[in-house]
């Protein structure tokens, strides 16, 4: 027995208020290195132990803060820098719709942090011997008694001393407790039994998990949420004679706002009737540059000139400074824009009536540009 | 440490004149502006009055959620101060005659007891079997019943203990409050929605219940605090109270500073993704003008001043601290209510002048004078309790 190496002495007592008791007297007689094990958590202990408040809370507090920017940083890069979508008329940067998520993320992170430390640098991960493990002591302090073990670590530790301390606690089954005989292949995570549990864990979750989502779901009645009586979009239908599930609307519908254009074969008729409503200010002639800008200057150059960024992939287009251009009403180049001309297609799902003719008055202004008379200049 | 003995001798000490005094004085000046107000513009005092009202009812009725609580929870580390959370229940009582200058003005406060404004208006019309003023003064006098009662049942077995020691009254309480609790959820939420949501009795939210709960136990948290720190400091309980004591104080302070933000921003949220203008209107009408500034300013003063200010550990131990922290959430409480009422009385910016001053002293005087009153003839501690031993020994 005597060649083993002693890990401690331990001793039991019967009720909480002999072990807070004991826990100040041990403390008191200066030992450092002790532990205390109760079926559950006592009040007062860490007082009576003289423990410093845990640092396990820095812990908490550094993942969580990660774990809030983290998801952030996450939702701030794809909905507002990598794939900005509007959703219900929200700006990208929802912050409101970001709390809950940071929230979460934040709660988690701290906690399976919190719990990733405690095993790593408290429990000495990946030790998971200790001498205490299997003993009577430990099965006494984990169902109903209260003990407390003073390490042989401990600079004040004697055999002799130790002993005492706890006999004139009155503390009972006063034992030594010695360090298992291999002692030099700790146990580790890495034995063969717990890897092979840790596996058969893996394969029933995930197996399970890949059932109830792949399989079970398309089971009855479990797959009642699934095939209801209705038809979805893009479904095709047994019930209308063309098959499409989706219904066209009526013919002659007309969006809301949207009223069709009304010469549409009809350029000379366009030319003659239509008069532009709006007049050349600088708000209208803005509306009017962007949106030539962004439509009509692929083709027909920032300036109407016919120069095409197209590169040629397209036939170049007249020049909107010639002769015929300059002199046609302002409804002939209205109708252009509505209606198409030739290879040109039309422009009426683009613009609004307001933006056509707004974009009416900005091709005037180019044209004017370029054919300033002299009053102009005044 | 030194365990308190289980059979001591209780010495009462006597409340110091001086808090019989400022209770007078704060009530006398209150009533005397509260009374001039209704003379000068009794549509404003209305509101400032009900904001008082509820105010009072957060105290009250918290402080007897919270007593209730203690025993349905078996919690120990409350009960040598159970009596201060008595005192302050004992709120209830006073309550039907604050509730009273709102009731005599109700035209003033409720859109919906117009009846002209309610012809017509297809929503009001439609909530007039609920929204009308027979039903509401059956509801608001079962409200006020209901915890007036059961004030009554509760208070009274707890100072019957003091005499007989009989721990069998414990066990009465227990059973009582068990019935209490359902009856206490469903008067609060009513009251939270008759006295406050149908000021706007277009818009609903089905959280406001929860939300005005929420400030109800802080309040009474706070107030109970307050008071419990002062009173040990003068050492009124014979024992002194520990730092363990006061971090429980602070720790179910910051777990409800916690559980106010998360429904708030959850009514917010949820109103604000879903867009719908029949219920955004509130939130826009908080919005308008200077109020905004008063929104902004509920998150911080409600928010992340006291959380950040009973965050550490050491912050909830200290009792000049959380003297502090609770006098600033019975303040945080207060404007909570007030963002709450007052948009609809000014709506195009903060309204705030001498009157909403007058009502919470008198309602601070009231507060006090009802605490001293209750406490002169009463043990501060619950000397007859079973758990009372075990509380004042009560460590972490």
Known sequence: MNDKILYGYTGIFDTPDEIINAAEKVSDAGYKKYDINTPYPVHGMDGAMKLPPSKLGYAALVFGLTGTFAALAIMYFMSVLDYPIVIGGKPFFAFPAFVPIMFEVTVLSASIATVVTMIAFFFKFPNISHPLHGTNYMKKVSSDKYGVCLQSEDEKFTEDGAKE?????????????????????????????????????????????????????????????????????????????????????????????????????????????????????????????????????????????????????????????????????????????????????????????????????????????????????? | ???????????????????????????????????????????????????????????????????????????????????????????????????????????????????????????????????????????????????????????????????SKDQSLTTKNIRLSAIFMPFFAITLTFASIDWMMSLEPHWFSTIFGVYYFSGTVLAALAAGTYAIIVLNEKGYFQFKLVKDHFYSLGALMFAFINFWAYIAFSQFMLIWYANLPEETFWYLNKWEGSWMFVSIGLIFVHFVIPYFGLLSQPSKMNPKNLKFMSLWILFAHFYDLYWLIMPTYSADGIAFGWMELAFPIAGLGLLILIFSMRAKNQNLLPIGDPKLKRGLNFRL
């Open chain 2, 1 to 163: 440490m030194s365990a308190v003995e289980s059979n001591f001798e209780y010495v009462k000490k006597d409340l110091p004149a001086s808090w019989n005094k400022l209770g007078l004085l704060l009530t006398g000046i209150g009533l005397l502006l509260v009374v001039v107000a209704f003379f000068v513009d009794h549509t404003r005092a209305a509101f400032n009055n009900l904001i008082m009202l509820m105010f009072l009812s957060s105290i009250g009725v918290g402080a007897l959620f919270i007593i209730a609580l203690e025993y349905l929870a078996g919690a120990v580390w409350s009960t040598p101060y159970r009596r201060i959370m008595e005192f302050l229940a004992a709120t209830l009582l006073i309550l039907p005659l604050v509730a009273l200058p709102v009731y005599m003005n109700l035209h003033d406060l409720f859109h919906w007891t117009h009846e002209e404004a309610v012809q017509g208006d297809y929503i009001l019309e439609a909530k007039t079997p609920y929204l009308n003023i027979p039903f509401f003064t059956i509801r608001v006098a079962a409200f006020f019943a209901v915890w007036i009662i059961f004030f009554f049942l509760l208070i009274r077995n707890s100072k019957k203990q003091d005499e």
């Open chain 1, 165 to 378: 301390l706890l006999a004139s606690l009155n503390a009972k089954d006063i034992t030594p407790i010695y360090f298992p005989d291999e002692v030099h292949e700790k146990q580790t995570v890495f034995e063969p039994k717990f890897i092979s549990l840790l596996l058969f864990v893996a394969i029933i979750t995930s197996g399970g998990t890949y059932f109830a989502l792949n399989k079970l779901m398309f089971m009855l009645p479990f797959n009642w949420m699934m095939y209801q009586e209705k038809t979805v979009p893009q479904e095709s239908s047994t019930i209308f004679a063309d098959g499409f599930g989706m219904r066209p609307p009526v013919e002659g519908t007309i969006s809301r706002g949207n009223m069709p254009y009304q010469f549409k074969d009809q350029p000379e008729l366009a030319a003659m009737l239509l008069k532009n409503p709006l007049v050349p200010d600088e708000q209208t002639l803005a509306t009017g540059k962007e949106k030539y800008d962004i439509y009509c200057s692929p083709c027909h150059g920032y300036f109407g000139e016919g120069d095409s960024r197209l590169r040629g992939q397209y036939p170049n287009p007249p020049s909107l400074h010639s002769e015929k251009s300059r002199t046609s009403s302002d409804g002939s180049i209205y109708h252009v824009i509505s209606a198409g001309q030739n290879i040109m297609p039309s422009y009426s799902t683009q613009l609004t009536r307001q933006e056509r003719w707004a974009t009416v008055l900005y091709v005037r202004a180019l044209q004017r540009s370029f054919n300033a008379k002299e009053s102009d200049l005044e």
